[in-house]
C-alpha cells in the first residue's frame, strides 16, 4: 500500500461519502498540537532533570576556547588536531558562545536541550503531514506515538544535554526528514525549497562522519527524481559546496581526511560480536522490540483498511520536453519512498555501529538509528468511525489502533523508570557503561555540569595542585593514588617563566578544562595526540580505549629528563631512550610535521596530497620493534645493564 498526496476523499467500502466535516478537522488539529506540546515539555523536562555535561563533551569546549583566544580549531595550542567528531556542533557552540559571551558550559546546556526538544518536534510535524494527505476528511487522531517511545529511552534523555553532538544529529535528521515529506508532497516543488534541502543534506559529514550515509541518500533519491539535469547540477552544487570547501581545508590544515578520532577509533575496523552486544544492551532492558511491533501494527492496520490512492503524479504533469520518465524515477517522488528512505537510513546506521563495535556509552550511537526507525511513527493516526459502531472493519481498525497506542504508552511509563544499567554506575565486562551515573556518582554532583563539578573527580584537584607547585613545568603522570601525580621535570637550563606543563591523562575534557590553554594536554587513546591515535588497535581491548600509548613514549616526546631519579620508578631509562629513538623514523617525523610545523602553503599542499597516507600510517606503540621496522640504530643500553 502507497501513501499518496491526493487530497480526494476516499471512502471504505462500509462508510459513505460525505462532506469533511471542520469540526472534526478542528479537533484533530487541536490533538495534535496539544500531543506536540506535551510531547516536548514532557522531553524539555526529562532532559532537565537528567543534565549534565559528560567529559567527551567538555572536549569540545577546550577547542572553543581556543578558537575564542585566537589559537585556531586546535586542542592544543600549536597542534593541529582535529580532536572534536562534529564540525558543525564546534562551530555552532564557538558562534553562541562568542554572540553571548556567556559560560559556555551554559551555552552547551541551552543549545543542546533547544535542539534536543525540537528534533522530536519537527520529526512530528513532518510525520502528521505525511498522514494529513492522506485522511483528508472525517475525524482522525494524530497521536503521539514513536515520538514518547524515543524520549521514554533513559538514554535518549541523558544525551539530549551531554555536550556531545548526538542533540545536534537527532536535529539534522528530522529536518532532513521534515523537508523531504514536503519536497514528495508537492508534484511541482520549486528550486529554492529543492536547493535547501540539498544543501542541508549535504551537511551530513559535517554534522557527524557516519551522517554522509542519511545526507547521501537524501540527495540520490531527489537527484534521481524525474527532475530536469540543470536542476541535478545545482544539486550537487549546494549539497557539496560546504563538505567539499570544508574537507579540502581540513587535509591541508589538520593532514587528514576526518577527524583525528577517527583515527584515534579506527572507527573502520569491525568488532561485530562487540556491537551486537551493545545492541542487546539498549534493546533488552527496556524491551524495545515492543513498542516498535505495536506501532506496526497499528500503521498496517490503517493500511489494511484504506485502498491504494492514486499517485501524486499523472501523465499531464510530466514536461515532456525534458524526455519520458522512468516508472522507478517517478516512484522516488512519493512519500512513499521518502518513508523507505528513513527506515533504510535507521538500519545502515544500525548495521554500522554494531560492525565497528559500538560505543562504551549506553545507547549512545544507537539513538540515530533508533531516532530514523521511529520517524514515520512519531504520530500514528487513529481514524474515528462516522458509521455505526459494530462489526465493522472501520470498529476493528480503530479498537486495535487504540490497544497497540495504549500499549506502547504503558510501556512507556515502564520504560522511562527502568535501570537500562543493572551495574549502575560501575563499567560492566563488556566495557559498556551508564555515563552519566558514573560521573554523577565520581564526581558527587547530581548535574555535573561545569567544568569545576569534575574537580571533585579522582585526581583532578590534585592535578591543579601540582601544577601550582612546579612552576618550572613539566610532564604530569597520573599515580596509582588518586591524591598525587608524578611531575618529570624538563631540563635545565630551564627558561623564564617555566618549559611549560603537559598533561598525560585518559579523560580529556575534565583536565583540559580545569587548566589554562598554555598547559598541553594529551591522553593514551590518542584523541587529541596523534602519536597515540597512529598506534595499532589492541585486540579485546575495551571499545573506544583500545588504544593506550606508553608513557615512555611521552617523556621522549616532550624532551624531559630521561633518566632516574627525576624518571618515576616504573618507567625504564631504555624505553625512553628508544622511543626518541623510534620517534626519528622519517614517516614518524613527516606525521609531525604535518600537524605541528607552521602551517604554510607548501606545507597546506603536502598534507593536501598525503592526507590519506598519513590517515593509514600505523606504527608499533613497543619502541625496540618500531626501531626495527624503521631500521633504525638501537641506542645502547643504560650503562650497568
Known amino acids: 500500500m502507497s501513501l499518496s498526496t491526493s487530497s480526494e476523499l476516499t471512502q471504505t467500502a462500509d462508510e459513505p461519502a460525505v462532506e469533511p466535516r471542520p469540526q472534526g478537522a478542528r479537533i484533530s488539529r487541536a490533538v495534535f498540537v496539544g500531543g506536540v506540546v506535551f510531547t516536548a515539555l514532557l522531553f524539555a523536562w526529562g532532559a532537565w532533570e537528567r543534565r549534565w555535561i559528560a567529559d567527551d563533551g567538555l572536549i569540545v569546549l577546550r577547542t572553543v576556547r581556543n578558537l575564542l583566544a585566537g589559537n585556531g580549531p586546535v586542542f592544543n595550542a600549536g597542534e593541529r588536531v582535529e580532536a572534536n567528531t562534529s564540525t558543525v556542533w564546534t562551530y555552532l557552540v564557538y558562534a553562541f558562545g562568542w554572540i553571548t559571551q556567556a559560560r559556555l558550559e551554559y551555552v552547551v546546556l541551552g543549545l543542546a536541550l533547544v535542539l534536543s526538544v525540537s528534533a522530536v518536534v519537527l520529526a512530528m510535524i513532518g510525520t502528521a503531514q505525511l498522514y494529513r494527505a492522506r485522511y483528508s476528511g472525517g475525524l482522525v487522531l494524530l497521536l503521539p506515538a514513536g515520538a ?82 540543470k536542476l541535478r547540477t545545482w544539486i550537487v552544487v549546494a549539497a557539496g559546496v560546504a563538505p567539499v570547501a570544508y574537507q579540502i581545508w581540513r587535509m591541508g590544515y589538520y593532514g587528514l581526511p576526518y577527524p583525528n578520532t577517527a583515527v584515534s577509533k579506527d572507527a573502520g575496523g569491525a568488532k561485530w560480536s562487540q556491537g551486537f552486544a551493545y545492541l542487546w544492551n539498549l534493546v533488552g532492558p527496556y524491551a524495545l522490540w515492543l513498542p516498535l511491533l505495536m506501532l506496526a501494527v497499528a500503521i498496517a492496520m490503517v493500511w489494511w483498511r484504506e485502498p491504494a490512492l492514486p499517485a501524486n503524479r499523472s501523465e499531464s504533469d510530466v514536461d515532456h520536453s525534458s524526455g519520458r520518465w522512468s516508472r522507478i524515477s517517478r516512484r522516488l517522488h512519493s512519500p512513499m519512498a521518502v518513508v523507505v528512505f528513513i527506515l533504510a537510513c535507521g538500519f545502515i546506521l ?73 551495574a549502575g554506575a560501575a563499567v560492566g565486562k563488556s566495557g559498556i557503561v551508564d555515563e552519566r551515573a558514573f560521573y554523577s556518582l565520581n564526581t558527587g554532583h547530581k548535574h555535573p555540569i561545569l567544568a569545576e563539578d569534575y574537580l571533585d573527580y579522582p585526581r583532578m584537584r590534585a592535578m591543579v595542585q601540582a601544577i601550582a607547585d612546579t612552576p618550572d613545568g613539566g610532564l604530569l603522570l597520573p599515580t596509582p593514588s588518586f591524591t598525587n601525580w608524578d611531575v618529570v621535570p624538563p631540563p635545565v637550563p630551564i627558561p623564564e617563566g617555566g618549559a611549560g606543563h603537559t598533561v598525560y591523562f585518559l579523560n580529556l575534557g575534565m583536565t583540559s578544562m580545569n587548566v589554562g590553554l598554555d598547559v598541553k594536554v594529551l591522553d593514551q587513546m590518542g584523541l587529541a595526540y596523534p602519536i597515540a591515535a597512529h598506534t595499532e588497535r589492541l585486540d579485546g581491548g575495551r571499545i573506544g580505549h583500545d588504544k593506550v600509548l606508553y608513557p615512555d613514549w611521552v617523556v621522549a616526546d616532550t624532551g624531559m629528563v630521561p633518566v632516574h631519579p627525576w624518571l618515576p620508578w616504573y618507567l625504564d631509562e631504555d624505553w625512553v631512550a628508544q622511543a626518541r629513538v623510534a620517534l626519528t623514523c622519517p614517516e614518524t617525523v613527516e606525521l609531525k610535521e604535518s600537524y605541528s610545523s607552521e602551517m604554510s602553503w607548501p606545507l597546506f599542499k603536502r598534507n593536501l596530497r598525503n592526507a590519506l597516507d598519513y590517515a593509514g600510517y600505523r606504527f608499533d606503540r613497543v619502541p625496540k620493534y618500531e626501531i626495527q621496522r624503521c631500521d633504525l640504530e638501537m641506542p645502547e643500553p643504560a650503562s650497568g645493564r
Do not use: K
Open 148 to 229: 514518547i517511545v524515543y524520549i521514554a529511552v533513559p538514554p535518549a534523555r541523558d544525551f539530549a544535554t551531554s555536550g556531545l553532538e548526538s542533540c545536534l544529529v537527532i536535529f539534522w535528521i528530522a529536518l532532513v526528514w521534515l523537508l523531504l515529506v514536503r519536497w514528495a508532497q508537492n508534484p511541482a516543488p520549486s528550486w529554492r525549497s529543492v536547493l535547501l534541502l540539498a544543501f542541508v543534506a549535504g551537511l551530513g559529514p559535517l554534522v557527524r562522519p557516519e551522517m554522509a550515509i542519511v545526507g547521501g541518500l537524501a540527495l540520490l533519491l531527489v537527484f534521481l527524481a524525474p527532475i530536469g539535469w
Open 350 to 422: 544500525a548495521i554500522y555501529s554494531i560492525r565497528v563495535g559500538g560505543d562504551f556509552m549506553h545507547g549512545r550511537v544507537l539513538l540515530p538509528a533508533l531516532f530514523c526507525f521511529l520517524a514515520p511513527i512519531s504520530v500514528i493516526p487513529i481514524r474515528v468511525p462516522r458509521s455505526e459502531w459494530g462489526r465493522n472493519n472501520a470498529t476493528l481498525g480503530f479498537a486495535v489502533s487504540v490497544l497497540a497506542w495504549l500499549t506502547t504508552m504503558v510501556w512507556a511509563l515502564f520504560a522511562a523508570n527502568t535501570v537500562g544499567m543493572p
